[in-house]
């Protein structure tokens, strides 16, 4: 069981791992290919993302090419929103600290599991949106190269 003095901390430290692991999950889902140019005559490996005409080109070599361009756009897109709530979780958790250290040592721990299940909800909300707009995004990107 978890101390009552870290009750309220586990919560953040669950949504910080569960975060975490589907987050690299995702990742080892979809690598990307590093694109090889000449430059000056020597070979350089590029693993940036390329920018033609506004439009970016990802080439995935990954597991996900098994399940198609689509499946990929989208785990892609739900990565990139999982590492932003992996930051904002880790603020959270640095700030928790930092509060709990400053509060005087005679004082009873806080009760507040609830909140901090809220406070994690809450702060999920601007990855949802990103992964809900990037989706739209994707699927128009895609209708346009794939048909």
């Given at each position: 069981r978890t101390?009552?003095?870290?009750?309220?901390?586990?919560?953040?430290?669950?949504?910080?791992?569960?975060?975490?692991?589907?987050?690299?999950?995702?990742?080892?889902s979809?690598?990307?290919?590093?694109?090889?140019?000449?430059?000056?005559?020597?070979?350089?490996?590029?693993?940036?993302?390329?920018?033609i005409?506004?439009?970016?080109?990802?080439?995935?070599?990954?597991?996900?090419?098994?399940?198609?361009?689509?499946?990929?756009?989208?785990?892609?897109?739900?990565?990139?929103?999982?590492?932003?709530?992996?930051?904002?979780?880790?603020?959270?958790?640095?700030?928790?600290?930092?509060?709990?250290?400053?509060?005087a040592?005679?004082?009873?721990?806080?009760?507040?599991?609830?909140?901090?299940w809220?406070?994690?909800?809450?702060?999920?909300?601007?990855?949802?949106?990103?992964?809900?707009?990037?989706?739209?995004?994707?699927?128009?990107?895609?209708?346009?190269?794939?048909?």
């Amino acid at each position: 069981r978890t101390p009552k003095v870290l009750n309220s901390y586990s919560v953040l430290v669950l949504n910080m791992a569960l975060v975490d692991v589907v987050a690299a999950t995702l990742s080892l889902s979809t690598v990307t290919r590093g694109v090889v140019y000449r430059s000056g005559g020597k070979n350089i490996v590029d693993c940036r993302l390329r920018s033609i005409d506004g439009t970016l080109f990802v080439i995935f070599v990954g597991p996900c090419k098994i399940a198609g361009a689509r499946f990929c756009h989208l785990m892609l897109s739900f990565n990139v929103a999982l590492c932003a709530q992996s930051c904002v979780s880790l603020i959270i958790a640095f700030s928790f600290r930092l509060w709990m250290l400053s509060r005087a040592s005679n004082q009873p721990p806080p009760q507040i599991r609830g909140r901090m299940w809220l406070l994690v909800l809450c702060s999920s909300a601007p990855s949802i949106i990103a992964l809900v707009s990037s989706r739209g995004t994707n699927s128009l990107m895609l209708r346009k190269f794939h048909g």
